[in-house]
């Protein structure tokens, strides 16, 4: 048996809010950790907003050199929300089999 593939959808947050007042046990659970992921990624994003805005303004050169392949690294975080998760390919190593790693 293999994994099974990976489903992404976007739920409204008034339906996960439903959910939590009458749904499942499960589904009361889904969705609380959506809802806290959901969390935890906007304050992420707020954080570093002005940082990704500021680089926008200083133009194409800084983003070219912050994309650089050898300055970068792909990491396998297995669907999970724990990171670094394990490296798949470093930077200046060759091209591997999992072309959505290369």
Known sequence: MGQEPAVC???PPYILK????????AQREAALHTLEI???I???RAAIGPTMRLAA?????LAAAAAAP????????KHLSTLAG???????KPAVADAAVN
Do not use: C, H
């Open 57 to 61: 303004l200083a133009g194409p050169g």
């Open 18 to 25: 439903l959910l939590l007042e009458r749904g499942t046990a």
């Open 70 to 77: 050898e300055s970068t690294s792909v990491y396998d975080a």
């Open 38 to 40: 959901s969390a935890a």
């Open 42 to 44: 906007r304050v992420e």
């Open 9 to 11: 959808a976007i739920i």
């Open 86 to 92: 394990s490296l798949r390919r470093g930077p200046g």
